[in-house]
């Protein structure tokens, strides 16, 4: 099991940490007590490699609970496993920018000022910066940058991929609300008003070749592919590996499932994560 800790200065990324190592595949607790990592590894080994890849976010929201830290990792140590300890900070004027962008006093500052509260958690950090596994500062750094970073300390070999579900959906029933992108596929005659073909789905062999095979769907298929191809490699560039399309007709039954299934194997066939639901399949 890999254990990780996200640590550092408020304002330097630890929120931003810890997002990217969940778009990783870890499994992320933020605010953990230290004294409760050894129970949450304890609990990663019981899930039998369910739970494989745990990230706890450590800092000094925790207060009292922070100066167990180091008996925390202490004890982690004698159990046989080495935690990988990530460290973020940030130059004094880019973390004072950031608190007064976002308006919220800096955890440590009580009565004084912002800048009084960054000088205390320097000083309270600074061992566990001296024993941290990798220190990212993070004053030029963009959202984008830092998540780079991240990905090729954390990220497994062949990790940073797109990952895409495919939607097909009937517009009778409205659009899916969490669509990126949606192909609109009611400029192809619909096989309902076949009426051979009006029992069976657009996983059905005849149902798909009679949509695939209809003028200008497969250049449609065609280029849309080629479009995908390009959305997903800038989404990857832009640190998103998460895409959602949806594929519509009229019912959801026919023509979107079929055009559906084929531009999920185009996708799968260029190395992305394919999911495919049919929503509204069944519906009439």
Aim: aromatic share 6%.
């Amino acid at each position: 099991m890999d254990l990780a800790i996200i640590t550092g200065l408020s304002g330097a990324g630890r929120s931003t940490a810890a997002k990217c190592l969940e778009d990783l595949g870890w499994f992320v607790v933020d605010n953990l007590p230290p004294a409760l990592l050894s129970t949450m590894a304890e609990l990663g080994r019981r899930s039998g490699g369910g739970v494989s890849r745990i990230a706890v976010v450590v800092d000094v929201r925790g207060r009292a609970f922070f100066a167990d830290l180091r008996a925390a990792l202490d004890a982690l140590d004698a159990s046989g496993l080495r935690p990988r300890v990530l460290f973020l900070e940030a130059s004094d004027d880019a973390l004072i920018r950031r608190f007064d962008h976002v308006r919220r006093p800096h955890p440590l500052q009580g009565d004084g000022r912002v800048v009084d509260g960054i000088s205390r958690e320097r000083a309270l950090l600074a061992e566990l910066r001296g024993e941290a596994d990798l220190v990212l500062d993070t004053t030029d750094l963009n959202v984008h940058e830092l998540r780079s970073k991240i990905d090729a300390a954390f990220g497994q070999p062949g990790g940073n991929r797109l990952n895409a579900t495919v939607i097909s959906f009937g517009y009778r029933y409205g659009l899916p609300l969490d669509a990126d992108l949606v192909a609109d596929c009611r400029f192809l005659a619909n096989p309902h008003w076949v009426e051979a073909l009006r029992p069976f789905t657009g996983r059905d062999p005849q149902v798909r070749d009679y949509v695939l095979d209809q003028p200008g769907a497969k250049e449609f298929i065609e280029r849309y592919a080629d479009l995908l191809r390009l959305v997903g490699d800038g989404y990857l560039r832009e640190g998103k590996r998460y895409l959602t399309l949806a594929v519509g007709c009229t019912g959801g039954r026919h023509r979107s499932v079929a055009v559906a299934e084929e531009l999920a194997a185009r996708l799968a066939a260029t190395g992305v994560g394919v999911q495919i639901v049919h929503r509204d399949l069944g519906r009439e």
